[in-house]
């Protein structure tokens, strides 16, 4: 019995020397790592405001675990940059296992100070990676410029109230809402870059906006996120508000990725010109709308591009004005609803009821109305007493399953006819000789395109002339 105790106990003791022998037999890789990219770069970040989240990936290239000692962002706490491994954030992390071609995702952040300079500078920092004695790192660059910030919190009746001229010298940056007031005027000058946050709007309240672009110098407005990944992404901010506006002007803008690219609603009684008067600018990439004239608003438009929106082009509702000459009100946005739609009333169903309005002048002239759709041009009126509808379209291209032939279209309308525009996906309206917009038109005072090209006697139809 005694040798049989001391066999087993001599058993246990090997099986023991054996598993703990195995725990201390991990063989670390003595690799080092692989990295996605050696430099992660911010596009454009204004300064206090945070970017927004990029990546780069780690990898142990190795079929054995690898140990990454350390890794740490070298500017440290006082950095404007931020770091998170893999989940846990912080400026420093060690002793991190990655296991046999396994990766690691570091994300980061950068917040900017202001740099008080109209240039744009670049930010660097770095984060380094040692294993088995080896330190590897990853630069970070941001490209950082300062703003003109305007905030407004309608719900703290925090109002940014704005007139006079806004410098053009730095980019203008809107949260919430900038806001025109009753009476006041607000010129934005040529070359004027203006971001706007998530549903923001330039608010105009019974004031007058002023924008003066020039060709080759336009106004901007898009969102305020400038990564490659926001280029093409509607609906970053909500757009131009003109709430009973005194008379305004849009000349040579461009008003891109937003909801509504411009939304007038309802008519100053003080004022009996057009609300708005818009040359030379395009819209597009609009969540909804292009131009959305509700309740009565008068608008006047010329030399404007207007497509890839993802509700109208052009929508009329509850009646109002128009008047758009030289205009390509196009479709290529949406998948269900026509570029043009017109209605003169409103069902108000909160209130259960419709609500019936004139449209005192709606005017089409060498516009083209086209796009995917089998029909790009849809109209709803309701006509009663007190109510006018006095439509002019004539010398136009639309795209329409049914030809009508109301007294309103004129002699001049070129059904279904294509335009051959040259790559409408890529917005080039551009068009070739065989085109049905070629010498259609009819001469008026809109004398040069939108790209300053003279017209020709008898012009092209649409924004563009072609030589």
Same mark, same amino acid.
């Given at each position: 019995?005694?040798?049989?105790?001391?066999?087993?106990?001599?058993?246990?003791?090997?099986?023991?020397?054996?598993?703990?022998?195995?725990?201390?037999?991990?063989?670390?890789?003595?690799?080092?790592?692989?990295?996605?990219?050696?430099?992660?770069?911010?596009?454009?970040?204004?300064?206090?405001?945070?970017?927004?989240?990029?990546?780069?990936?780690?990898?142990?290239?190795?079929?054995? #675990?690898?140990?990454?000692?350390?890794?740490?962002?070298?500017?440290?706490? !006082?950095?404007?940059?931020?770091?998170?491994?893999?989940?846990?954030?912080? #400026?420093?992390?060690?002793?991190?296992?990655?296991?046999?071609?396994?990766?690691?995702?570091?994300?980061?952040? #950068?917040?900017?100070?202001?740099?008080?300079?109209?240039?744009?500078?670049?930010?660097?920092?770095?984060?380094?990676?040692?294993?088995?004695?080896?330190?590897?790192?990853?630069?970070?660059?941001?490209?950082?410029?300062?703003?003109?910030?305007?905030?407004? !919190?309608?719900?703290?009746?925090?109002?940014?109230?704005?007139?006079?001229?806004?410098?053009?010298?730095?980019?203008?940056?809107?949260?919430?809402?900038?806001? /025109?007031?009753?009476?006041?005027?607000?010129?934005?000058?040529?070359?004027?870059?203006?971001?706007?946050?998530?549903?923001?709007?330039?608010?105009?309240?019974?004031?007058?906006?002023?924008?003066?672009?020039?060709?080759? &110098?336009?106004?901007?407005?898009?969102?305020?996120?400038?990564?490659?990944?926001?280029?093409?992404?509607?609906?970053?901010?909500?757009?131009?508000?003109?709430?009973?506006?005194?008379?305004?002007?849009? !000349?040579?803008?461009?008003?891109?990725?937003?909801?509504?690219?411009?939304?007038?609603?309802?008519?100053?009684? $003080?004022?009996?010109?057009?609300?708005?008067?818009?040359?030379?600018?395009?819209?597009?990439?609009?969540?909804?709308?292009?131009?959305?004239?509700?309740?009565?608003?008068?608008?006047?438009?010329?030399?404007?591009?207007?497509?890839?929106?993802?509700?109208?082009?052009?929508? /009329?509702?509850? @009646?109002?004005?128009?008047?758009? &000459?030289?205009?390509?009100?196009?479709?290529?946005?949406?998948?269900?609803?026509?570029?043009?739609?017109?209605?003169?009333?409103?069902?108000?169903?909160?209130?259960?009821?419709?609500?019936?309005?004139?449209? @005192?002048?709606?005017?089409?002239?060498?516009?083209?109305?086209? @796009?995917?759709?089998?029909?790009?041009?849809?109209?709803?009126?309701?006509?009663?007493?007190?109510?006018?509808? &006095?439509?002019?379209?004539?010398?136009?291209?639309?795209?329409?399953?049914?030809?009508?032939?109301?007294?309103?279209?004129?002699?001049?309308?070129?059904? &279904?006819?294509?335009?051959?525009?040259?790559?409408?996906?890529?917005?080039?309206?551009?068009?070739?000789?065989? $085109?049905?917009?070629?010498?259609?038109?009819?001469?008026?005072?809109?004398?040069?395109?939108?790209?300053?090209?003279?017209?020709?006697?008898?012009?092209?139809?649409?924004?563009?002339?072609?030589?």
């Amino acid at each position: 019995m005694r040798y049989l105790l001391s066999f087993v106990g001599i058993l246990s003791l090997l099986l023991w020397s054996t598993l703990s022998s195995c725990d201390k037999q991990v063989l670390l890789s003595k690799s080092h790592l692989n990295f996605s990219s050696d430099t992660l770069v911010f596009d454009t970040v204004f300064t206090t405001v945070g970017s927004t989240t990029k990546s780069f990936k780690i990898y142990n290239p190795d079929q054995r #675990v690898l140990k990454v000692d350390e890794i740490e962002l070298m500017g440290g706490e !006082n950095s404007v940059y931020r770091i998170n491994v893999d989940g846990t954030p912080g #400026v420093f992390h060690q002793d991190i296992l990655m296991e046999a071609k396994d990766s690691l995702f570091i994300f980061v952040e #950068v917040t900017l100070a202001a740099n008080n300079t109209t240039n744009p500078l670049i930010i660097e920092d770095s984060v380094r990676f040692r294993t088995n004695g080896k330190d590897q790192y990853v630069k970070l660059a941001a490209w950082g410029q300062d703003a003109y910030f305007h905030y407004s !919190n309608f719900q703290l009746q925090q109002l940014d109230f704005n007139e006079g001229v806004w410098p053009n010298d730095k980019p203008h940056v809107i949260y919430g809402a900038a806001i /025109v007031d009753s009476s006041k005027t607000l010129t934005i000058p040529a070359g004027t870059k203006v971001h706007l946050h998530k549903n923001a709007l330039l608010y105009v309240y019974k004031g007058s906006l002023q924008v003066e672009g020039q060709l080759g &110098n336009e106004v901007v407005f898009l969102g305020d996120r400038l990564e490659l990944d926001y280029q093409h992404i509607s609906g970053q901010y909500y757009g131009i508000y003109l709430h009973e506006a005194l008379p305004s002007n849009i !000349n040579y803008a461009i008003l891109k990725n937003g909801t509504s690219g411009i939304h007038l609603y309802s008519q100053d009684p $003080s004022n009996s010109s057009y609300t708005l008067f818009v040359q030379n600018t395009k819209i597009y990439n609009q969540a909804r709308y292009g131009i959305f004239l509700f309740a009565g608003a008068k608008v006047k438009a010329e030399n404007c591009l207007i497509s890839h929106n993802g509700t109208h082009a052009l929508f /009329v509702l509850q @009646g109002g004005d128009f008047n758009f &000459n030289h205009c390509n009100l196009l479709g290529y946005g949406s998948s269900t609803n026509p570029a043009v739609g017109i209605s003169n009333f409103y069902n108000d169903y909160q209130l259960n009821q419709t609500n019936v309005s004139s449209i @005192g002048e709606g005017v089409l002239k060498n516009c083209v109305v086209y @796009g995917n759709l089998s029909t790009e041009i849809a109209m709803d009126t309701i006509q009663m007493t007190g109510v006018d509808l &006095n439509f002019d379209f004539d010398y136009c291209v639309f795209k329409s399953e049914a030809i009508y032939s109301d007294i309103f279209y004129g002699n001049h309308i070129y059904w &279904n006819q294509s335009p051959l525009f040259l790559n409408p996906s890529e917005r080039d309206f551009n068009f070739s000789a065989g $085109s049905s917009l070629n010498n259609a038109g009819i001469s008026s005072i809109v004398f040069n395109d939108i790209l300053g090209q003279p017209r020709n006697n008898p012009p092209d139809i649409g924004a563009i002339e072609v030589p």
